[in-house]
């Protein structure tokens, strides 16, 4: 079972292609973490129960990130495993912080979007400041105190061109134990000439790839075969549960807060009927996939939430996920012949 849990929607940055602009900046209490923690106890599976800390920025309510850790890890109540991660942007790392990570083998990843140039392009605080710095700062302590972490890149239409460079920097540079991309698929600027920019990073992403040792290659998540799976029926509500700052459950982070998706909350349960009726929504498949040969592998077909945050519908896919995916998959298919 996932637990995705929201400990704030404030964050410290402003970047400019965050989809949680919107959301009011408000951060789970300690009272509210009690209610939380009883109720990830009382759903938690006999065998691996993932909890992650969602935002907003999750350092910004560190203190209950700790205080939750704790009272699952020391509860008399816990039958499963249990494994803590979160992502952050890495302004805020404190020697607090990579202690309590360390001696609770909490998974992190941190936010960088390569070179300074590049990621200073969206990834600003509140002043309009770039914050690659204090990123490279936090990293360099993470590797100093011997704290694991991953890197989690963004590129856009914009940053596209540079994505090779990037990947190479960011491997070269700095430490990590695996680096993984996305795009900014609600980035307007798509178009079939970006999409085939991203086709030639990928060729010289590739090339890159063979030239450097074995153990830095095998760090790229997207080229790596055992990440190149098919995708099983989104399972929101089911196998994962978001959790809100108000105690309140949703299926996924990409509709967390929106009434329409309201499952249920953390005191008086699930609504099982509810949850069935918004499963059904996500089994559906997009006319327009059926007869394409990449369906199973991609997002855009299995996650009906990240279409709703383009246009407030579940029935339609995002056109610039749909090219970008297809080139991604078809390299992939071509590099290991599947």
């Given at each position: ?17 965050c989809?949680?602009?919107?959301k ?60 803590f ?91 990590c134990s695996?680096?993984?991309w ?76 929106n009434?329409?998706?309201?499952m ?7 609504d ?67």
């Open positions: 079972m996932l637990f995705n849990i929201w400990v704030t929607q404030d964050c410290n940055l402003s970047c400019k292609y989809y949680e602009k919107a009011r900046k408000r951060s789970l209490s300690p009272e509210d973490a009690d209610a939380v923690i009883a109720f990830v106890l009382k759903y938690q599976t006999n065998r691996l129960n993932q909890v992650n800390f969602h935002g907003g920025e999750p350092l910004l309510n560190w203190n209950v990130i700790k205080y939750i850790v704790q009272q699952i890890n020391c509860s008399s109540l816990k039958k499963g495993q249990f494994r991660s979160f992502t952050t942007n890495g302004i805020i790392i404190t020697d607090d912080v990579l202690h309590f990570l360390k001696e609770n083998e909490i998974r992190i990843s941190v936010s960088i979007d390569g070179k300074p140039q590049t990621h200073n392009k969206n990834r600003i605080d509140q002043s309009g400041n770039g914050t690659y710095p204090l990123v490279e700062e936090s990293l360099r302590q993470m590797e100093e105190k011997g704290v694991d972490y991953e890197i989690r890149m963004t590129y856009t239409s914009e940053t596209i061109s540079e994505l090779a460079h990037n990947v190479a920097f960011l491997l070269e540079h700095f430490k695996c680096l993984r996305a795009p900014d698929c609600h980035d307007c600027g798509w178009n079939e000439k970006k999409v085939q920019i991203l086709i030639k990073q990928y060729q010289s992403i590739m090339e890159y790839q063979e030239k450097i040792k074995k153990e830095q290659a095998e760090k790229i998540a997207a080229f790596n075969i055992n990440y190149f799976n098919r995708l099983s029926a989104c399972c929101g509500g089911v196998t994962e549960i978001n959790i809100d700052t108000r105690g309140d459950l949703y299926p996924c982070t990409y509709v967390c807060g009434k329409e998706f309201l249920g909350n953390v005191k008086d349960g699930p099982v009927e509810r949850i069935k009726s918004i499963h059904n929504t996500m089994q559906k498949s997009y006319l327009k996939c059926e007869t394409c040969q990449n369906k199973e592998y991609c997002i855009g077909n299995r996650c009906k939430m990240i279409n709703y945050v383009e246009d407030n519908r579940c029935s339609s896919y995002i056109e610039n996920l749909c090219s970008i995916s297809n080139a991604e998959i078809d390299l992939l298919r071509e590099q290991w012949m599947l």
